[in-house]
């Protein structure tokens, strides 16, 4: 009987290895696509944005070696092994929860910081001024349908154009194929701010990274959880001192 239950465990643990390989796989690409979405948006986003991913992206990469010796302990049915494993899962979990609680706190407090960012390179924008921060305005204002930090208006101190009402043309929306004198002030401009749109989209992103990160939490316990038990039945076994 107890052979069938510890056969039974080694395999499941083999298949568990196999599935915190794939979910190794899963965190790495979230975190590398995070990144690589966030990367275009620098200038308005600040470097907690960044190391989130990159400690996904290095968790990923250490699961993905830790699973292969996951693999070998569990094959070999070497206790040694196994209990190494077992701690490091350990690490890694408490690791990956840390990452799970970091996503979604930062996930909260999005709006507040990308708005602060927005709102510190406002002065940046223009034709003489930063043209690296003035071209990324123009982008998320057009990708994003929004304009301004919190409404329209926004523009008009930083621009100097009260009287006129004038501001950026990217603001507005614009029918391509169409010849007239284009004019966007803040009665033609988009409604929606860009710490508002601009922000849904950088939460969506974080709090991806702790969706992967819970599902990977509950991976892990289950493999621990294996891990332990087989490594108890190896020793009894097999006589371990």
């Not at 308005?44 to 010796?69: K, M, N, Q, W, Y």
């Not at 003035?134 to 929004?146: A, G, H, N, P, R």
């Not at 301004?148 to 621009?159: K, R």
Request: proline share 2%; net charge negative; hydrophobic share 50%.
């Amino acid at each position: 009987m107890w052979n069938k239950i510890y056969t039974s465990v080694k395999y499941s643990l083999i298949t568990v290895n196999f599935l915190f390989l794939i979910s190794g796989i899963i965190i790495l690409s979230v975190g590398s696509s995070v990144q690589s979405a966030y990367n275009g948006y620098h200038e308005f986003l600040s470097e907690r944005f960044f190391s989130l991913p990159a400690f996904c992206i290095a968790t990923g990469v250490i699961i993905f070696l830790i699973a292969f010796f996951g693999f070998y302990g569990a094959y070999s049915e070497n206790y040694y092994l196994i209990m190494a494993f077992a701690g490091a899962m350990v690490l890694m979990f408490i690791f990956q929860l840390s990452a799970c609680i970091a996503g979604y706190a930062l996930k909260s407090q999005t709006t507040v910081l990308v708005q602060t960012q927005l709102q510190n390179t406002m002065d940046l924008y223009g034709p003489n001024k930063n043209y690296e921060v003035t071209k990324l305005w123009d982008e998320v204002q057009e990708d994003f349908s929004c304009c301004g930090v919190l409404n329209a208006s926004d523009w008009l101190q930083h621009l100097n154009t009260h009287d006129s009402q004038g501001l950026p043309v990217s603001c507005c929306s614009r029918v391509f194929g169409v010849v007239a004198t284009f004019t966007c002030n803040v009665t033609s401009a988009y409604r929606t701010g860009c710490a508002e749109a601009f922000g849904a989209w950088t939460q969506s992103h974080a709090g991806a990274i702790g969706a992967a990160g819970v599902f990977l939490v509950l991976i892990q316990a289950l493999a621990v959880g294996g891990a332990v038990w087989m490594a108890k039945i190896s020793r009894a076994e097999n006589a371990f001192p």
